[in-house]
């Protein structure tokens, strides 16, 4: 059958396979446009959730896609360091801070070296000279008050600080002070530990990672030998979770493991939640205090590009596939390559949660075995590769016509 040999297929098969192939592709392009016009949102369309979830023979892959499946990033402070401090660096370039905007930008992402306040001198008998132990010391050159930036001032430092001058702030009050040189250390004390009292993100973070022991795996050398010797945190239980549950997903066969797995995984998912949500939360919150540094004509240059990390890869390129695909089957222009690359795409997204037996099928009202409406759609991009529904109905009818050998005159 030729491209124009209607004789074999009738007109109406003609109409409903370019209805077919117009509605396949006004589906995709609607779909691509939709994704991009989340960008401009707070909450941008991103596959990530989709292939983290990946089930099947070929979940490993369509998980790997992403970079870190399992959200391990949020967990090591090293990582969010890194990552945080190089999008301070990438903020400043593109909003072009000012020194100060670069001073309290740092400050905020990082912490100063220390802070200082100015004390003319110390009451008499009061130590506070510099032994790399506590936070505070005294400057007596510059003739200022210091906490280390890193080592900061704990309440009990300071609790000791002003018992030096015999002031307990659980029972004294500054204004019953008389020696005027005591009111004013006291005053002083007090000031700073307020102000070093507010850590920065990376400190928050490092608090939550390190130093909180609901997530951080503490070491009790007084319990050593005993079982009460290491206490593990819900990063290390989490760790020890996915492993076990990787291990068990390989040898699953009946439905009772998948059920079981299934129950594990939610778990699993809540822990993560509770741990990462914490350092994305924060994350969060630096990215919207920083704006807040910046005036007028610096938000006027518009948001920060994000990295061009692996996943956000994958999501452009699945958006500009869906519409280029979607225009092109819409048009009827390189309809069979565009069907042919529309038919690769889908299929990807059916072989990353296929509803195959011996494995985790979708979630959702569907129900299905080896086929869904995925790989309905699939077969029937297949078919329009070996029709020619563009010669029909669409641009390549155009250039068709352009190539086509006309057939001799038989009258001459």
């Known amino acids: ?241 996915l492993n076990r549950y990787e291990a068990k997903l390989a040898r699953a066969t009946t439905q009772f493991d998948w059920d079981h797995l299934d129950y594990d995984w939610k778990e699993i998912q809540q822990m993560r939640s509770e741990i990462v949500g914490p350092i994305r939360g924060l994350e969060k919150d630096m990215e919207w205090q920083a704006e807040k540094l910046l005036g007028t004509d610096q938000l006027a240059r518009g948001p920060l590009p994000a990295v061009l990390t692996e996943q956000r890869k994958i999501d452009l390129q699945t958006m500009y596939a869906l519409t280029i695909i979607g225009s092109l089957l819409i048009a009827g222009l390189f309809t069979r390559l565009a069907a042919f690359a529309g038919a690769i795409l889908l299929l990807n997204f059916y072989l990353a949660y296929p509803p195959f037996p011996g494995f985790a099928h979708p979630p959702g009202t569907e129900h299905s075995l080896f086929m869904n409406k995925l790989l309905i759609e699939v077969l029937m991009l297949t078919m329009l590769v070996f029709l020619p529904t563009g010669r029909w109905f669409g641009i390549d009818a155009m250039f068709s016509s352009l190539f086509r050998k006309r057939k001799p005159d038989d009258r001459h």
Do not use: C
Request: glycine share 6%; no cysteine.
């Open 1 to 241: 059958m030729t491209d124009t040999d209607f004789r074999k297929i009738s007109i109406m098969a003609v109409i409903f396979l370019v209805i077919l192939r117009m509605s396949i592709g006004w589906q995709m392009l609607y779909e691509g446009l939709w994704k991009f016009q989340t960008l401009n949102t707070s909450s941008p369309w991103t596959a990530e959730p989709y292939l983290k979830n990946a089930q099947g023979p070929f979940r490993n892959y369509y998980r790997g896609l992403t970079g870190d499946p399992n959200d391990l990033r949020y967990m090591d402070y090293e990582t969010v360091s890194a990552r945080w401090s190089d999008w301070a660096s990438r903020f400043a370039a593109h909003y072009g801070l000012n020194e100060n905007q670069q001073r309290a930008l740092n400050t905020m992402v990082h912490g100063p070296a220390e802070f200082r306040r100015g004390l003319a001198e110390l009451p008499a008998g009061v130590r506070l000279e510099k032994d790399g132990k506590r936070g505070i010391h005294y400057d007596a050159e510059k003739k200022q008050l210091v906490v280390d930036g890193k080592l900061h001032m704990t309440p009990r430092e300071k609790q000791d600080v002003l018992a030096q001058v015999n002031f307990d702030e659980a029972s004294d009050s500054l204004a019953d002070i008389e020696d005027p040189v005591v009111r004013k250390f006291v005053e002083e004390v007090q000031k700073i530990y307020d102000q070093q009292a507010k850590l920065s993100y990376l400190e928050k973070a490092l608090g939550i990672l390190r130093g909180n022991p609901e997530f951080a795996t503490v070491v009790d050398a007084s319990q050593k030998g005993t079982h009460d010797e290491t206490r593990l945190g819900k990063i290390q239980i989490y760790r020890d979770r």
